[in-house]
């Protein structure tokens, strides 16, 4: 059973940073494709940054770029989004994703509808 437990958000100011953190349990990352997304109040779920099948490549949202980082550690078996230089529209529930099947995976690692699997979210507010 996959399970994924994002944790690290908050509240923080406008220009600060934050590191959040998703820790899987039943997958492994070389067996997934990960990914993050964020849904703003009254919006839809919105791609932010993701890593292809197995990690390989890394792909970001364009209007993210040079703000926001996906990293994942091996060892600890964690991905995390740093985010810098955070604006208020960048409060959102920020969601953990992953996919599992290779035989289903189409290499759209920015949809939404590409991942089975999806934490429970962690909230960031950026205050101005």
């Known amino acids: 059973q996959v399970q994924l437990v994002e944790s690290g958000g908050g509240l923080v100011q406008a220009g600060g940073s934050v590191r959040l953190s998703c820790a899987p349990s039943?997958?492994?990352?070389?067996?997934?494709?990960m990914g993050w997304f964020r849904q703003a109040p009254g919006k839809g779920r919105e791609f932010v940054a993701a890593?292809?099948?197995?990690?390989?490549?890394?792909g970001y949202a364009d209007s993210l770029k040079g703000r926001f980082t996906i990293t994942r550690d091996m060892a600890k078996n964690t991905m995390y989004l740093q985010m810098d230089s955070l604006e208020p529209e960048d409060t959102a529930i920020y969601y953990c994703a992953a996919k599992t099947s290779k035989l289903t995976y189409s290499g759209s690692y920015s949809r939404w509808d590409e991942y089975d699997y999806w934490g429970q979210g962690t909230q960031v507010t950026v205050s101005s």
């Open positions: 890593f292809s099948w197995g990690g390989g490549r890394t």
């Open positions: 039943g997958l492994t990352f070389g067996g997934a494709a």
